[in-house]
């Protein structure tokens, strides 16, 4: 065989192989991110790239500094040198853009003693953790109804006999309708609260908070 034959036959297979390994790197749904102990990103598939609203090619050859707040740079140098020095996994949670993001940061070994590089997969927990929210929210909320339904029933009830027990004229009837009216109102609450499926949030202040009406199937 002729060597430039050789030689061409050799570059192809090695095209052909990058090629395979660049289509498994993109095939995959989370995001990948291999880049070395300094943070100089030495390659990222396509949904990676995408968090940052960039393509790989945008990304490939820079140093992840650039794509990061400084406190979350900080933090990402800080996994890496724990990593460098254990030489083992690191998993850990992340919320960004009101997503939560479980990622896993992996040692690349040189040699069997040296950490050469990283390489993260990201994957997105936004629905378990909002699955989780609505475990913690139905727990929470039955420890709160049972805790309040007994003293709702006292109240209702001594409320209702002392109605029983004065003149419809008495000027305290109007502020018992009142009373007895937000009592009610209370007993409604509770029993939204037993029946929560699901965790929806409303605008509050300047933040959010768990939205009753839009999580529980009374309405």
Known sequence: ???????????????????????????????????????????????????????????????????????????????????????????????????YYEINLYPIFKNSNHVDGICAFVNDITDLKKTEKVFVAIETAGGICHEMNQPLQVILG??????????????????INKILSQTEKLGMITKKLTNITRYETKGYLKGTIFDIDKSSEIK
Do not use: C, H, W
């Open 158 to 175: 001594s409320l209702e006999l002392l109605k029983l027990n004065i003149e419809d004229d008495d000027p305290n009837i109007s502020l």
């Open 1 to 99: 065989m002729l060597p430039d034959q050789s030689k061409k036959q050799t570059i192809d297979a090695l095209k052909k192989s990058e090629s395979t390994i660049r289509a498994m790197f993109n095939a995959t749904n989370s995001l990948i991110y291999l880049f070395d102990v300094k943070g100089k990103i030495i390659n990222v598939n396509t949904p990676g790239a995408l968090l940052f609203n960039k393509t790989p090619q945008e990304m490939i050859g820079k140093n992840f500094k650039i794509f990061f707040e400084e406190n979350d740079f900080s933090r990402l140098r800080m996994l890496v040198d724990k990593v460098m020095e254990t030489r083992k996994p690191i998993n850990y949670q992340r919320k960004r853009d009101e997503k």
